[in-house]
């Protein structure tokens, strides 16, 4: 329980500095088991404080307390993407990708990022052969940040400068 309580507890004090907070939903159920946490109530309360968060929709389910989250399909995205940015009020942006596996070599990848005005969604694109896909939700998760930050236009805003309201630390 102490690990669960780390999270959520430095997003409220970095969210009351007003630093640009992110939050992702990797669920690992053996690992939630093993500290005997909440997973939902600890993404709750991490849903609270971040801008940015990466939940795929069974994280979503999961979040908006759904009981059969792990059997939501990703194409309740959209929907439940939009429940959450009006539960979490300070969310901005919730993206996720999505990965189709065709065999061990061959995957198709797409994204989805939703802000309050729009939903944009990157058609899967063929990737093979794959050599090593660790770390490419990270490397997802790097690149839109970068992108959020440098006001590239990722979402339809350009001209709105992150950095007028988020100091970087």
Known sequence: AQHAAFVPELL?????????????CNFLAKLWQRWQSDAATCFRQCAQQARVMFADARSLGLI??????????????????????????????????ERIELSATHHRLGAKLRSREHLHELEPL??????????????????????LLDVVDIVGHAGHDPADRYPVV
């Open 126 to 147: 063929d990737i093979q052969p794959i050599v090593d896909r660790i770390g490419t939700g990270d490397a997802f998760a790097a690149g839109l940040l970068h992108g």
């Open 64 to 97: 908006l307390g759904s009981d059969k989250a792990s059997e939501i399909p990703s194409s309740a995205f959209a929907e439940l993407s939009a429940r959450a940015l009006q539960q979490f009020t300070q969310l901005e942006y919730i993206a996720c990708t």
């Open 12 to 24: 409220e004090r970095a969210h009351e500095q007003r630093l640009l907070t992110s939050f992702d």
